[in-house]
């Protein structure tokens, strides 16, 4: 259709910029899209190759543009013919043979117009992101049943020995004890869970507040339900100011105490100091444990690491401790680091920017 003939000047001259505006829309689209973008005429030819696509399978755009799509991707057109004229997307796997790298999952989308089809659009990215997305997901899921089931099912065993009245009222009562601190544990790995969620969708600061060290600690303390009798606590916290939110610095400090009880003997001291110094507050948690040897230290903040496996299987916990802890340092513009020698104990260390 001649446009020019058809319609006034200026409307065509309207519609015109309008076009040439879509399509540097379009283009920038396609230049910041982080994954890789292949737009495949109905020929079977290779029209855009954007710059993710040049990343992501090691072929740039001079090589890809142009060609048929086999050529890019060995057995590429077949499938890409198999989709429907739908217009949704269909997932293939696609593999850039010899020259390109790992595969690829795609997902592709007939342009349909009326009249005949305008080709395809492939988005891609490499399979290996979504198999560690899965990898991570089992991980989890393995993780959270082993914390959720443990305690739940003492708590089971226990009810079932309660049911049988011939208990006296004493053993009633420590059975009782247990089961709450059972589910004391229950409602801590679910808090977990739920921090662990907001860590990865990056919301944890909701606040800032400038509170004492000293009701942060006591507040952590209470919520591990921390054993003085086991682990005599030497504080050196009075007067010391921290700012953040109260809530997520007593989680953090939480996890960090509750891990140098978890890792030493009975009767073994631990210390937490405080100090504020150049405009940071400096909160040290030092135990007397068994430590960590040089190997292990660079990973413990990971996800799910665990320094022994064995232990790791039969001990509380999910490795998800410091891994949260040190989540919470950062969002609060601090970091948190450790110093350990196997054999004679653990320091850990907040440190955190006082701000009014
Ligand atoms: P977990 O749930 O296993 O405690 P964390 O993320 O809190 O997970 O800790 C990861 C690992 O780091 C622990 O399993 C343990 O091996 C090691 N670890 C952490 N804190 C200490 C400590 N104070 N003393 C010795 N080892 C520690």
Redesign the pocket.
């Known amino acids: 259709m001649d446009i020019g003939r058809t319609l006034p000047a200026d409307v065509t001259a309207d519609l015109l910029d309008e076009l040439v505006a879509s399509k540097a829309r379009f283009d920038a689209l396609l230049g910041v899209a982080a994954d890789g973008i292949a737009h495949i005429d109905a020929g079977g030819t290779i029209a855009r190759w954007n710059v993710a696509a040049e990343a992501i399978s090691g072929i740039a755009a001079e090589r890809a543009l142009g060609s048929p799509v086999d050529a890019i991707v060995p057995g590429g057109w077949a499938s890409i013919r198999a989709v429907p004229l739908d217009g949704l997307p269909h997932l293939v796997r696609w593999s850039f043979g010899a020259a390109g790298r790992a595969p690829v999952r795609a997902q592709v989308v007939a342009i349909v117009r009326t009249g005949g089809i305008d080709g395809w659009l492939v988005s891609f990215a490499p399979q290996q992101r979504f198999d560690e997305i899965e990898q991570l997901k089992n991980e989890l899921i393995g993780s959270i049943s082993h914390e959720l089931k443990t305690p739940l099912a003492t708590i089971k065993a226990y009810v079932e020995t309660l049911r049988d009245n011939r208990l006296t009222a004493e053993t009633a009562r420590e059975y009782l004890a247990v089961m709450g601190d059972q589910a004391d544990r229950l409602a801590r790995a679910i808090d977990d869970l739920l921090l662990v969620s907001r860590v990865e969708a990056g919301q944890l600061l909701k606040r800032r507040e400038t509170v004492s060290l000293d009701a942060v600690l006591d507040a952590a303390l209470a919520s591990i339900a921390f054993d003085a009798d086991a682990h005599p606590l030497q504080r050196e916290t009075a007067g010391v100011m921290i700012s953040g939110d109260p809530d997520l610095l007593r989680d953090a400090l939480a ?2 105490i ?3 009880a ?3 003997a009975a009767g073994q001291t631990i210390e937490v100091r405080g100090e504020s110094r150049e405009g940071r507050c400096l909160v040290a ?1 030092a ?1 007397r ?4 040897a040089d190997d ?1 230290l660079p990973y ?9 496996r064995a ?2 299987a039969t ?11 040190s989540a919470l340092a950062r969002a609060h513009g601090g970091t948190i680091d ?1 110093r ?1 020698e196997p054999g004679f ?2 320091t ?1 260390t907040l440190s955190l920017p006082v701000r009014s």
């Open positions: 996890q960090v509750e891990n140098a978890k890792f030493s948690v135990d444990g068994i430590g960590i292990h413990i903040f990971d996800r799910f690491y665990r320094v022994d232990l790791a001990s509380d916990g999910s490795g998800l401790g410091l891994f949260i802890a450790v350990s104990g653990s850990f």
